[in-house]
């Protein structure tokens, strides 16, 4: 009887560990930007991001999921003095064309982003910033 429970117990573990989270994994599919965004570049209005599998702890990035749930991983706080520590906001996004726009939370309020898709393609999705606006909470 104990034989069983363990082989019963080891059996489930196998099981629940291949399910896939889709919180945590970028493989999920979908039209352009849908997955995680990270290693980010910046010059003048464009950002450069090269998609992950998965977004790394204290590291900044994003997350386009299909079902329209936008997440943006950002400083937890005010203060940007190393080391940074991150937290996830979450959103939404819409695409039209190739404009993406993004309504969502950051640690001091509310954001409303538009950006263009300038480029893109299996790894790297470059984007102009058409408007970002930082509504702060008081």
């Known amino acids: 009887m104990k034989n069983t429970f363990t082989m019963l117990l080891i059996t489930l ?7 896939e989270d889709p919180q945590l994994s970028a493989s999920e599919t979908g039209p352009m930007p849908v997955g995680s965004w990270s290693n980010i570049s910046y010059n003048e209005h464009e950002l450069i991001m090269e998609k992950v599998d998965q977004l790394q702890e204290n590291t900044y990035g994003y997350r386009f999921l299909s079902d329209g749930t936008f997440i943006h991983r950002a400083n937890s706080g005010f203060c940007g003095t190393p080391p940074i520590v991150t937290n996830d906001f979450k959103g ?8 993406i726009t993004i309504q969502g939370k950051f640690w001091g309020g509310e954001t409303a982003k538009e950006w263009e898709i300038i480029s893109s393609d299996n790894n790297v999705l470059t984007i102009k910033v058409l408007k970002s606006e930082l509504k702060m909470e008081e």
């Open 92 to 99: 939404s996004w819409t695409k039209n064309d190739q404009i």
């Open 13 to 19: 573990f196998f099981i629940v560990s291949c399910v």
